[in-house]
């Protein structure tokens, strides 16, 4: 299935520059939404339906595959569990989801707000803006009522990698190893004067109103509380990391952006530049999290690396799984 930009996806810019509004993509058969929980079996059984997890809230997982440890994909802003289920048009490969689930078991998850094609999320909705603490807690009880063994590996794009990163913080049992396929981090604003990231912040959340208007919960991630939560984490603990960058860069498409009308004339010209300058020190610092680690700079592709290189970001997350399962605690070998 070829990856195609849809409504819902306002605020989705080229590349780094939206960094946080990651595009949703067809998952194509959502498969069955209901039924009762069934408890993990060897072989587990795949499945893709919704689970109670409290305070009468559901909440959609898809799992398939099999082996240990589990994969989770932890999608980007507003990308469903069928982000990583598609890949951009002209590629061969099958996409990063499915090429994982050969060699482990893998699930994904609808957050809140999130979109699967044209289909809004199949988990009930919560107040918007989200946070990087309020998605860990859903994560945390999700995983719980699906029965999702330990040890996972965290597989997390954009936004999301603001999610794993705390959960790994908060479940350092939990939490094996991970893969940051170009995250946010705190370190984008840390790089950016006040002024240049009053400019930021509206392109992080996307110029959403309009769809905002229409589905009151789409989500939009509030990125200074969850910046400011990550700050307070604990550090991570030693485990494989592997970190995956997009390298195609932002500061020359600023004037055919503006021109287009995707982002406002009010952007500087050369903002893109800085920008650039954030993501470098953003994804540099990621890999500096923990020791051993492996930063995949030389990608050939844009912000969403595991739609336009699923072979590149599934071979990195069988790299991990593998590792966990030598018993080793870092990356490299």
């Given amino acids: 299935m070829g990856y195609t930009a849809r409504p819902w996806a306002l605020g989705c810019l080229v590349g780094m520059l939206a960094l946080i509004a990651a595009c949703a993509a067809s998952p194509g058969e959502p498969g069955d939404a209901s039924g009762a929980p069934s408890r993990s079996t060897a072989p587990p059984a795949d499945f893709a339906r919704t689970f109670d997890i409290g305070d009468g809230r559901k909440m959609f997982m898809e799992c398939r595959g099999a082996g240990s440890p589990t994969v989770v994909i932890v999608a980007g802003q507003r990308a469903a569990a069928g982000d990583w289920m598609v890949v951009a048009d002209g590629v061969s490969s099958p996409p990063a989801f499915e090429l994982a689930a050969e060699k482990t078991r893998v699930c994904a998850y609808d957050r809140p707000g999130t979109v699967a094609g044209e289909t809004l999320s199949r988990s009930d909705p919560i107040e918007q803006p989200a946070n990087s603490q309020g998605m860990v807690d859903d994560l945390d009880a999700l995983l719980k009522a699906a029965d999702v063994s330990e040890p996972i590996v965290l597989a997390a794009h954009s936004a999301g990698g603001l999610a794993a990163r705390l959960f790994a913080s908060e479940h350092p049992d939990a939490v094996a190893g991970m893969v940051l396929v170009d995250t946010l981090s705190e370190a984008i604003q840390d790089s950016m004067t006040p002024e240049q990231w009053e400019i930021q912040k509206p392109l992080l959340r996307g110029n959403i109103d309009e769809a905002i208007a229409e589905y009151p919960a789409l989500e939009w991630i509030d990125a200074e ?84 290189r699923p072979e590149l970001v599934a071979n990195a997350i069988v790299d991990v799984v593998e590792r966990v399962r030598d018993g080793a605690d870092t990356a490299s070998r």
């Avoid at 300058?277 to 953003?282: D, F, M, Q, R």
């Avoid at 999290?289 to 690396?305: C, F, P, Q, R």
């Fill in 225 to 308: 509380t969850s910046f400011e939560q990550l700050r307070a984490a604990s550090p991570l603990k030693q485990m494989p990391l592997i970190v995956v960058s997009s390298d195609q860069l932002i500061g020359p498409t600023i004037p055919g952006l503006k021109a287009a009308g995707v982002i406002g004339p009010e952007i500087p010209d050369d903002f893109g530049y800085v920008t650039d300058i954030g993501h470098e020190k953003s994804q540099a610092d990621q890999a500096a999290l923990v020791a051993g680690s492996i930063h995949i700079m030389k990608t050939d592709s844009g912000h969403n690396v595991h739609i336009e």
